[in-house]
């Protein structure tokens, strides 16, 4: 089966493997384990940041940094489509008891005018604006880059305005890598980013938050209370290290097999659109048959993708996915034409 649901079905190389077979390890509760250490120092240093928490799940870093900067009866500005709204199980109300000002963006992707117009006013009738969040790449808006000059735009509107800026990082390196842009030049910007290591990088488990030495601290605390400690998580701590040393430039193959998707699905006769393509996920609208039918015979034919709305199905590429597999997909693609339109 050519599993394109989600570039997190990938399994450790075996490189990596045998990296973190060979890790030091301790309790890292008890802040003694020198491999997860050696992970939340790099991930920091890469994006010119203080000091960083490794987590289970990206999930749990964003959750972790929207507590640890926001008060109950505040307000957190983010795209509507955003994952910290749509796919966290209401973890901002549930977590930090703020409410949510939902944007509607160019495929997510926000703006600093958006932002500035949407901060509430000094009025005891609306929430205080604390937070705005954005993510990169935009999952919703087909794998959508934010540029440096727009994340600096927005930086600035935070700023003058006493906001913090948070950062979901999912596939972060797919966006530095499309774009060029330094990680170093984040740190200038955000007061905290959510780095995940289980998606185009390839690591089993894992998100780290990076941020200043006082926000981890907080950060730290939250986690605990979140259930998030883990004890010898250097062995998980290990692959990451590896991934950021090895997989992060190979993100380039994924995006032009990307690319070359799209290009197959326009010429399919049941696909009314593609979203534009400009880092791994490829996201279709289909046209004369519903997304449960054509998943249904894509699967048949030993191919695996996901519904993405109502007529809208998602493709991603990844580590595991190679050039010979493409070639597989879209013959399959082809094929399906005449069974499904």
């Known amino acids: 089966m050519i599993d394109l649901r989600s570039d997190t079905v990938t399994r450790p190389t075996p490189a990596m493997l045998e990296t973190m077979m060979q890790a030091s390890v301790g309790d890292d509760v008890f802040g003694e384990d020198p491999t997860v250490q050696a992970l939340e120092e790099k991930t920091a240093r890469v994006f010119s940041m203080d000091a960083g928490l490794f987590c289970p799940s990206g999930t749990m870093t964003n959750q972790i940094a929207i507590r640890a900067q926001t008060q109950p009866q505040q307000e957190v500005v983010c795209d509507r489509n ?109 007061s905290s980013i959510s780095v995940c ?84 996920i490829v996201i279709a609208t289909l046209q004369d048959v519903t997304p449960p039918q054509f998943l249904a015979k894509l699967e048949e034919a030993g191919v695996q993708a996901v519904p993405f709305g109502k007529q809208d199905v998602r493709f991603v590429t990844h580590l595991d996915f190679s050039d010979e597999q493409l070639g597989k997909v879209i013959e399959v693609l082809k094929k399906l034409g005449r069974q499904v339109a």
């Open 82 to 190: 955003a994952h910290i709204y749509l796919y966290e199980g209401g973890g901002l109300a549930y977590n930090s008891m703020v409410s949510v000002r939902l944007l509607s963006g160019d495929r997510g992707i926000l703006s600093a005018e958006m932002i500035e117009a949407s901060i509430n006013p000094d009025d005891i009738h609306f929430p205080s604006t604390s937070l705005v969040a954005l993510e990169n790449t935009m999952n919703k808006g087909g794998g959508a880059c934010y540029t440096l000059d727009r994340i600096e735009a927005i930086a600035n509107v935070c700023q003058k305005h006493s906001l913090a800026l948070h950062l979901d990082g999912a596939r972060v390196f797919n966006a530095l890598v499309a774009t060029g842009d330094n990680p170093a030049e984040y740190g200038k910007y955000f």
């Open 197 to 280: 290591l289980s998606k185009g990088l390839g690591a089993p488990v894992g998100s780290v938050l990076v941020g200043s030495q006082e926000l981890i601290r907080q950060a730290r605390r939250v986690r605990k209370v979140f259930g998030g400690g883990m004890r010898q998580a250097g062995y998980l701590a290990a692959a990451g290290i590896y991934a950021l040393d090895h997989h992060v430039e190979r993100l380039k193959e994924d995006h032009q097999r990307a690319k070359l998707l799209a290009v197959a699905l326009q010429t399919c006769s049941y696909v009314a659109s593609v979203l534009p393509v400009e880092t791994n």
